[in-house]
């Protein structure tokens, strides 16, 4: 068990040895199409928070509001 660990293990530092030596390309060049597309999907949660939170400040002004009227049944 120990021989096929050791041997994996050399197998796959021998093989990712590229790829630590590799500078990180691409990093930093995002780019304005990427803003942009972090920015819409920014909008919709923020446009998703306000009927949210208009629905909660509606539903805690209906539990602890003071205007509790009683229903009057007509016969």
């Known amino acids: 068990m120990k021989r096929i660990l050791q041997s994996t293990l050399i197998a796959l530092t021998g093989l990712s040895s ?33 009927p949210a939170t208009l629905m909660l400040i509606g539903i805690l002004r209906g539990l602890f509001g003071r205007d509790q009227k009683q229903a009057k049944v007509s016969r």
């Open 18 to 50: 590229s790829a630590f030596a590799a500078e990180a390309t691409g990093a930093g060049e995002g780019g304005l199409l990427v803003a942009m597309f972090i920015g819409f999907f920014a909008l919709i949660i923020v446009f998703q928070l306000v």
